[in-house]
């Protein structure tokens, strides 16, 4: 699997971006997606996930209500809508891919989104 994910930069607090995952695979039905990120000096935490059907949607307490994950009706990009950013969402952004029910095992390199105030 590969993932190639973009869209990062810089934002000021209340502002908008949307990132970009390309997959790469040939069965990417089968994956389901998901967004983690790590700010500096902190673990790896999750963000948001979509199920293999894409109607199904997780999301972390702390993004709820102000990002949206979504993907393509051929799944081969994912989308993270973010919108109303805080200072504290700053951080590098991955994409991850898990096949089926399983763990998320495949990564992309990381986009990363600093909001600054």
């Known amino acids: 699997v590969q993932l190639q994910a973009s869209g990062g930069g810089l934002v000021q607090v209340g502002g908008s971006l949307r990132l970009t995952c390309v997959v790469s695979?040939?069965?990417?039905?089968?994956?389901?997606m998901g967004w983690f990120r790590q700010a500096q000096g902190k673990e790896r935490e999750f963000v948001a996930s979509?199920?293999?059907?894409?109607?199904?949607?997780s999301y972390a307490d702390s993004v709820k209500g102000r990002f949206t994950i979504s993907r393509t009706n051929d799944k081969k990009t994912v989308y993270l809508d973010m919108s109303n950013l805080k200072v504290e969402d700053t951080a590098v952004y991955y994409c991850?891919?898990?096949?089926?029910?399983?763990?998320?095992?495949?990564w992309g390199q990381g986009t990363l989104v600093t909001v600054s105030s």
């Open positions: 991850a891919a898990a096949y089926g029910s399983a763990s998320f095992r495949d």
């Open positions: 695979v040939r069965t990417v039905s089968s994956y389901r």
């Open positions: 979509i199920r293999v059907g894409g109607t199904t949607t």
